[in-house]
C-alpha cells in the first residue's frame, strides 16, 4: 500500500496566525517544530497499518518548512521550490490514496488565515463549483484514480472537506474562533487524534472513493482587485469576464488547469499598487 500525503501549515494544530507560517517572524520555529510533528503522527500511524511507501510534499509557502533531521524515517520527503504541481507534486496513480495535513479553508470564508493559494484571490472555479486549495487538490488526486482519505486542519477546513469528498475521515484539531484566533487540541492531544483518524481512514479507503474532475474543466480566478486580473490575463488562452475581476482559462484537463492556476496567480502577484 502506497500513501500521498500532501502538508501545509495554517491548520496545524496550535497555530493561530501568520507569524508562525511566515519564515520571517518570530514564531516561524515554532509552526515548524509542530507541522513535523503531525506528519510524523500521520507516517507513525500508516506505518504501523502496513504502508510499504509514504511519500511527503511540503505543500506551504517555499514549500521548505519541514525539519528534515526530525522527520520519521519511514517516509520519503519532497521539499523545496518550484514544483510543476506545487502542492500535489509527486502524486500519481501508484498510490492507493492521499491525505491532506495541516488544511485550511478556502478564500473569503470564515477560518483561521483562510485562502486560496495567495491572499490576491477571492475565488477558485473549476466550470462553477468554487473550491479552494483542497478542493482543487483532491480534483488533480481524482485525475489519477486516487481518493483523499483523510484531511486534518481547522474545523472549517474538515467542513469543507465533508462537503466535497462523501466519507472522507477527517481530524479538526482545532476551531476557528476569527481568521486569526483559535481553540486548539494540545500537540498531544491533536498528533493521538490524527494517529486514530489515520487508521480508520486506511481500514475504511474501499468506501471513499476519487474525486472526479469535470472532463475539459474551465478554470475561473476571481481575483481582489482589477490589476491582478490584468496580470493573470497576459497568460496566453485566458480571457476577462467583462465588468469582474474573474479570468477564465479553458484547460483540456484539470492538470492543466492546475499548472494555469499556478501561472495565474504567480502573474497576478506582480500587482505593486493594492
Given at each position: 500500500m502506497k500513501l500521498y500525503v500532501s502538508v501545509d501549515m495554517e491548520g496545524i494544530s496550535g497555530i493561530p496566525d501568520h507569524t508562525y507560517v511566515d519564515s520571517g517572524k518570530l514564531n516561524y520555529p515554532i509552526g515548524r517544530m509542530r507541522m513535523t510533528e503531525?506528519?510524523?503522527?500521520?507516517?507513525?500511524?500508516?506505518?504501523?497499518?502496513?504502508?510499504?511507501?509514504?511519500?511527503?510534499?511540503?505543500?506551504?509557502?517555499?514549500?521548505?518548512?519541514?525539519?528534515?533531521?526530525?522527520?520519521?524515517?519511514?517516509a520519503s520527503l519532497i521539499t523545496g521550490d518550484v514544483k510543476p504541481f506545487s502542492m500535489v507534486q509527486g502524486l500519481d496513480d501508484r498510490f492507493t490514496g492521499a491525505m491532506f495535513v495541516g488544511y485550511h479553508a478556502r478564500a473569503a470564508q470564515f477560518g483561521v488565515m483562510s485562502h486560496s493559494m495567495t491572499f490576491g484571490v477571492r475565488n477558485f472555479f473549476i466550470n462553477d463549483v468554487a473550491v479552494g486549495e483542497l478542493g482543487l487538490n483532491a480534483f488533480v488526486a481524482g485525475h489519477f484514480g486516487v481518493p483523499i482519505l483523510m484531511v486534518a486542519g481547522d474545523d472549517q477546513a474538515c467542513l469543507e472537506a465533508e462537503a466535497l469528498i462523501p466519507n472522507v475521515v477527517t481530524a479538526p484539531v482545532k476551531?476557528?474562533?476569527?481568521?486569526?484566533?483559535?481553540q486548539s487540541l494540545t500537540p498531544t492531544k491533536a498528533n493521538h487524534l490524527i494517529q486514530e483518524q489515520v487508521t480508520t481512514a486506511l481500514s475504511n479507503r474501499d468506501d471513499i472513493k476519487p474525486l472526479t474532475p469535470p472532463k475539459k474543466p474551465t478554470l475561473r480566478i476571481e481575483f481582489t482587485n482589477y490589476g491582478e486580473a490584468e496580470w493573470a490575463n497576459l497568460m496566453p488562452g485566458t480571457s476577462i469576464e467583462p465588468g469582474t475581476t474573474i479570468v477564465s482559462f479553458q484547460a483540456k484537463d484539470i492538470?492543466?488547469?492546475?499548472?494555469?492556476?499556478?501561472?495565474m496567480t504567480e502573474l497576478a502577484m506582480q500587482t505593486t499598487f493594492k
Amino acid at each position: 500500500m502506497k500513501l500521498y500525503v500532501s502538508v501545509d501549515m495554517e491548520g496545524i494544530s496550535g497555530i493561530p496566525d501568520h507569524t508562525y507560517v511566515d519564515s520571517g517572524k518570530l514564531n516561524y520555529p515554532i509552526g515548524r517544530m509542530r507541522m513535523t510533528e503531525e506528519t510524523n503522527a500521520v507516517i507513525e500511524a500508516a506505518h504501523r497499518f502496513g504502508c510499504e511507501e509514504i511519500l511527503i510534499n511540503d505543500s506551504h509557502s517555499k514549500m521548505n518548512n519541514l525539519l528534515t533531521d526530525d522527520l520519521h524515517p519511514e517516509a520519503s520527503l519532497i521539499t523545496g521550490d518550484v514544483k510543476p504541481f506545487s502542492m500535489v507534486q509527486g502524486l500519481d496513480d501508484r498510490f492507493t490514496g492521499a491525505m491532506f495535513v495541516g488544511y485550511h479553508a478556502r478564500a473569503a470564508q470564515f477560518g483561521v488565515m483562510s485562502h486560496s493559494m495567495t491572499f490576491g484571490v477571492r475565488n477558485f472555479f473549476i466550470n462553477d463549483v468554487a473550491v479552494g486549495e483542497l478542493g482543487l487538490n483532491a480534483f488533480v488526486a481524482g485525475h489519477f484514480g486516487v481518493p483523499i482519505l483523510m484531511v486534518a486542519g481547522d474545523d472549517q477546513a474538515c467542513l469543507e472537506a465533508e462537503a466535497l469528498i462523501p466519507n472522507v475521515v477527517t481530524a479538526p484539531v482545532k476551531k476557528s474562533i476569527s481568521r486569526s484566533a483559535v481553540q486548539s487540541l494540545t500537540p498531544t492531544k491533536a498528533n493521538h487524534l490524527i494517529q486514530e483518524q489515520v487508521t480508520t481512514a486506511l481500514s475504511n479507503r474501499d468506501d471513499i472513493k476519487p474525486l472526479t474532475p469535470p472532463k475539459k474543466p474551465t478554470l475561473r480566478i476571481e481575483f481582489t482587485n482589477y490589476g491582478e486580473a490584468e496580470w493573470a490575463n497576459l497568460m496566453p488562452g485566458t480571457s476577462i469576464e467583462p465588468g469582474t475581476t474573474i479570468v477564465s482559462f479553458q484547460a483540456k484537463d484539470i492538470l492543466e488547469a492546475y499548472q494555469a492556476m499556478l501561472v495565474m496567480t504567480e502573474l497576478a502577484m506582480q500587482t505593486t499598487f493594492k
